[in-house]
């Protein structure tokens, strides 16, 4: 196994391009358990951390561009960030212990293509953009477009995140991320939702996006699930059409986990729990704003 | 594999060290194997018990999920640098004082995590240091005098 | 040693026994400085990696080894050639009785591989990546067989057969065909179909637990050096080396003198380190390499091939009177072994009821071989589970009755003079003191809130004395050295220090401990059986009386007077009397500076086999919230409560009551081994082996009970084990309180609670059609 | 005499019979005698035996006195983790 550590995105590609059996090495925290478990043996890791755009948190055009390899203790101590996007942050938060949240990245949990990996969900309902670099330049896709299944994603070869975009919020915006995990923490989800609700002047929901983890191949949107809560002021019916709309998309598994009926039955109730955290928060903004 | 053996220079509890490792070899195999720094102890080797916690830059990590080669030029901390000399921290005199630990093979690694938490935060509440030491297994103690000591420590620590 | 009532030190005001003192080795253990398994590294040292089976069960048809022998870097390939096969010959091993012939295939299959994982060759290489590829050139052909991983699968008459001569004891004609089934026991007292006669409720219920896992954070390790001459040295983590030494010398065919064993640090036992695994390899190993090597196993390897303790199926009946006084109770135990013969269903049966005063009862219980690992002791062996059902079905009996749990228990609870159901009547126990304590305590009468329950539980273990030597060795300022054989694994140097300070009078900073390797002092038992601060603190005790003893007849020499006017008090021998002369008191430093002159160093020694342990019982309340909506349980509150004859080091004790408490917790809640119908174990990790973290559990509230055990010099009973026994059924008592539903599996975990409530509610919701 | 009661699976080895009036002054003597009249038994008195002496438990101690009117309960060995 052969180690890099390129400081500029061109010199990663050009690495990756040319390497055969290459990963990429940003936490370490899902490769350095494979490489040890003889799950994977690359000829050559390059790590991305040396690479400042991977690395840094910048506001753009009035949203948030996060490098794939900010830690998730990085991304906890951005104040502003964790005030904008709490969902999202604190759904990076629950990725591991804090030993592991001093190394695991939002590019790194995404990447891993695990369909319970906290932080996609949230960034799903986020409508966040990923830019991936590659031998064609950069591309900016949507968050949900990059994993295709277990341990799958949608990048070719030589291509790598470089950071995701979340985007400017309006003032009646917020979002939400719950899991259920057997602990209170060092688990992984059994099913986890992440929530993003914006609502209208008048305080009625004009906008929802609700995204489950752990239900299916991989992390998705569920619209029927956002859909139930349009137009609505997210009273109990409401929150259980919802919870009704994102039990009945799930497509899970049973494993050592969670069975099917359970994962089906805990992604509803969750998911409810999200929607009104992320709803309260949303009504504090417009009373703010 | 590689058999050509990389040269990192690193800081490690104050002192320059160079080493030479192989590329898939971890922070903690050579912090035990190569340094005999063995007081970071190996309980699974996958991140899950915390028995191999270090800080790296100021920042709290598992030692087994660190690549050696990727402490060049950067600094780490073990539970052989935690005591100044012969005083030891005050998390070190108040877990003996608790009797905070019972087999001692976590002891390092919660140690070395707590005071990663006093660093940061002087006046945690009991639930933060029960979350912030949720990734530090012990199987002995049921965590009480642990988290007692945690307690003591920062108090201890603010008064002075 | 003399064991006499009048010889229990009647004081209470003692300068170190009962008291809070840094453990001497606590500077080791919070700089990085002590030694544990994996930390020694020798010169020339080797890597040893076992290769393990794939399969759960299957014949090991042939294996060629010449392509991992032929890899450069590889000094040493083993297999079962190089380990004896024995013949069946049961020896105590600390936990329940072993048998040679398993344990030799236990730690290297031979006719067939019996579990996922159980070791079929190893190898010594030069570094760790040369022996992993060592490992994947040896060709083993195996034919696959059958499996089966449930207890009460496995004792089907058509099930896959483990030991092809299997028949079981203890059935009367023995049966003609060999089964799983290894062994059938029972304990009866009176007559239990009148006594059920005479009840006017009775409750049965059967319950399932799953194998648990002693969890220790430190895996097994060791570093084994064989000399040509055949002289070995083996360092290795475990609760009892002079055991290790005997296992593994009688596994090489060694000499037990030609073995010297030196205990490490141990980063928890709990019973898992009281067999060996990687020692008798890696001295195998070594032999054939000529090298040092040392041995590692992974987490991962820890789970599939170590510990735990039986999964179990079992019914349980109890019949009470309308005013709650039991009249009779049966217990059908069947614990799962693994894959050779020796479950702790025994002890088992024989603290099923322990906790009650009863007439009429019975204990059967069935010793069953499955597919998976050979159990090893984990704390208490056998009885948390057994006692687990008892005490749900009391709980519910007394609910039933309308009257108090905890009334319930302390109508009926074990006292002085109790004819146990495996034969002698108690002694002074103290289950009602702890009864009364936690009647007593602010916890039980505490408001609950929705969705919130209260359970309690009581718990039995008998606690073990045994072999173990002690020597005092006086320095020539007065300090000593205090060397035992017990392995230290909760802080028992501290307590050993600390009654040796008692007897001597010396500053407990004057008494330096440590663990003599089996060169340096005679057979010691492992630390287990909560033995190590009752059985080898009499030896310290002893040890120290007999220096004491030597002193006085120097001093009596020096002041020239007979041996019985002098006498010693507090740290300095004195005049008896008066009249036995005026002389000025001499010190032990006074007297230690002269030994060279008055006859030689001053040592003392004991070598026991400490009869008399003391049980203890243990009563634990728990506080528990539910989410009905997710199954999720909390626990909102604990105290535990139990007898400790007396505390010596009062934090150990707590400690060993919080540990065992929060192990319980784990075992209620979410602790259980997954296998697919592939017979592989899927969850081998800390990730998805659910053993409580920090943020699941709250402060452990304790309150140690003193009633003394007549047979220790201090009282002392021992307390190690009885904690982990009542959590289990405490936490399936509060849940019941909670949201009305009883559970008669473990673990509760989430899938499983919600479940149950799903089914409750739409059985209430049939019921209301 | 003492009284000498086999538990557990031992009297299956004694004819079923479990309760004995015998003439001994230790675990040795009581030993020797019931595996004199049970031949079955002898061999599971020798290892994983322990006697309960007026309610004192001993394990491995041959000469632990019995004395004229002791209750003696001859049980498995017990063992812990």
Known sequence: MRYESPESIESAVALLANGVGARILAGGTDLLVQLRAGLVEPELVVDIKNIRETREITVENGGYRVGAAVSGAELGEHAELKQVWPGVVEAVELIGSTQIQGRASMGGNLCNASPAADSVPALIAAAALCTIAGPEGQREVAVEEICTGPGQTSLAKGEFVVSLFLPERGPRSADAYLRFIPRTEMDIAVVGAGVDITLDESGVCSAARVALGAVAPTAMLVPEAGAALVGTRLEDADLQAMAAAASAACKPIDDKRGTVEYRVKVAGVIARRACAIAFERALERARNN | MSKTKLHVATTINGDSIEFLCEPQQTLLDVLRDELHLTGSKEGCASGDCGACSVILDGRLVCACLVLAVETNGHNVETIEGLADGDDLHPLQQKFLEHSALQCGICTPGILIAAKALLDIDPDPTETRVRYWLAGNLCRCTGYDKIVRAVLDAAAEMRAN | ?769 | MARVVLNGNLKQLSGGRSEFELDVKDVRQLFAQLGERYPELAPHLEEGIAVAIDGEIFQDALFATIGPDSEVHVIPKIAGG
């Open chain 3, 1 to 769: 040693m003399a064991k006499s009532a009048e010889n229990v030190s009647k004081s209470n005001d003692y300068k170190w026994v009962g008291t809070r003192q840094v453990r001497p080795d606590g500077v080791d253990k919070v700089t990085g400085r002590a030694s544990f398994g994996a930390d020694l590294y020798a010169p020339n040292m080797l890597v040893g990696k076992i290769l393990r089976s794939p399969h759960p069960h299957a014949r090991i048809v042939s294996m060629d080894i010449s392509k991992a022998e032929a890899l450069p870097g590889v000094k040493a390939v083993v297999n079962k050639d190089d380990i004896r096969d024995l013949p069946s010959e049961m020896v105590p091993a600390g936990e329940m009785m072993v048998n040679y012939r398993d344990i030799t295939r236990n730690v290297m299959a031979r006719e067939k591989a019996l579990y996922e994982g159980h070791a079929v060759a190893a190898v010594a290489a030069i570094s760790d990546s040369i022996a992993h590829k060592a490992l994947s050139l040896i060709e083993v052909k195996y034919e696959v067989l059958p499996h089966v991983i449930d207890v009460m699968d496995a004792m089907k008459p058509d099930a896959p057969l483990l030991h092809e001569d299997l028949i079981t004891t203890g059935v009367e004609p023995a049966p003609e065909k060999p089964s799983n089934i290894a062994k059938r026991v029972e304990f009866s007292q009176g007559d239990l179909e009148s006594g059920f006669a005479a009840a006017d409720v009775i409750v049965e219920r059967e319950f399932t637990t799953q194998p648990v896992h002693q969890g220790y954070i430190e895996p097994h390790a060791c570093l084994a050096n064989v000399a040509k001459d055949g002289k070995a040295e083996l360092w290795c983590t475990t609760q009892g080396h002079f055991v290790a030494r005997g296992h593994c010398a009688k596994l090489l065919g060694m000499d037990i003198s030609k073995l010297r064993v030196t205990a490490s640090e141990i980063g928890g036992g709990f019973g898992g380190k009281t067999v060996v695994y990687l020692e008798p390899v890696a001295l195998a190993l070594s032999r054939k390499a000529g090298q040092p090597v040392k041995m590692v196993m992974t987490r991962e390897e820890v789970f599939r091939a170590s510990g735990p303790t039986s999964g179990a199926h079992m019914r349980i009946k109890i019949g009470a009177t309308k005013d709650g006084r039991i009249t009779a109770a049966d217990a059908l135990l069947h614990y799962q072994a693994g894959a050779f013969p020796g479950s702790p269903v025994q002890l088992g049966c024989m603290c099923a009821f322990a906790p009650y005063d009863l007439e009429n009862v019975r204990a059967v219980g069935y010793d069953v071989v499955v597919n998976r690992p050979k159990v090893a002791a984990y704390r208490a062996p056998g009885a948390p589970i057994a006692e687990y059902g008892v005490e749900c079905v009391v709980d519910e009996l007394a609910k039933k009755l309308g009257i108090d749990p905890l009334e319930m228990r302390l109508l009926n609870a074990a006292k002085e003079g109790t004819q146990t159901v495996y034969g002698p009547k108690f002694g002074p126990v103290g289950l009602i003191e702890t009864l009364e304590a936690a009647r007593e305590h602010p916890h039980y009468r505490a408001p609950l809130g929705e969705n919130q329950g209260r359970g309690i539980a009581s718990g039995f273990w008998f606690n073990i004395g045994g072999e173990s030597c002690a020597t005092l060795n006086l320095s020539e300022d007065g300090s000593a050295h205090l060397v035992v054989g017990t392995p230290d694994i909760g802080g028992s140097r501290a307590s050993l220090c600390q009654m040796a300070a008692e007897e001597l009078g010396l500053d407990l900073d004057k008494v330096h401990p440590i663990i003599g390797d089996t060169a340096s002092l005679g057979y010691t038992f492992l630390t287990g059986g909560s033995r190590a601060t009752f059985a080898t603190g009499m030896a310290v005790i002893e040890a120290a009386r007999d220096v004491i003893d030597k002193m006085r007849e120097r001093v009596a020499k020096i002041w020239d007077i007979p041996l019985d006017a002098v006498v010693w008090e507090h740290g300095y021998a004195r005049p008896a009397s008066s009249n036995a002369g005026a002389f000025e008191p001499m010190s032990i430093a006074e007297i230690a500076a002269m030994a060279n002159k008055t006859g030689g160093p001053l040592v003392g020694n004991a070598a026991i086999n400490a009869q008399g342990a003391g049980p203890s019982f243990g009563t634990h309340i728990v506080d528990v919230q539910v989410d009905t909506e997710t199954g999720r349980v909390e626990i909102l509150r604990y105290t535990a409560i139990q007898d400790a004859g007396k505390a010596v080091h009062p934090c150990f004790v707590e400690g060993q009551m919080q540990g065992g408490a929060v192990q319980g917790i784990g075992w209620a809640l979410n602790e259980e081994y997954v296998y697919g119908e592939d017979g592989k174990l899927q969850n081998a990790g800390f990730l998805d082996y659910r053993i409580p973290v920090c943020s699941d559990v709250p402060m452990i509230d304790t309150v140690i009970v003193e009633v003394p055990n007549p047979s220790h010099p201090y009282g002392v009973r021992g307390v190690g084990e009885t904690p982990i026994i009542p959590p289990m059924a405490a936490i399936a008592n509060a849940i019941e309180q909670a949201i009305g539903i009883r559970f008669n599996a473990l673990p509760m975990s989430p899938p499983k609670v919600l479940a149950a409530i799903e089914a409750s509610n739409s059985a209430v919701a049939d019921a209301a059609e």
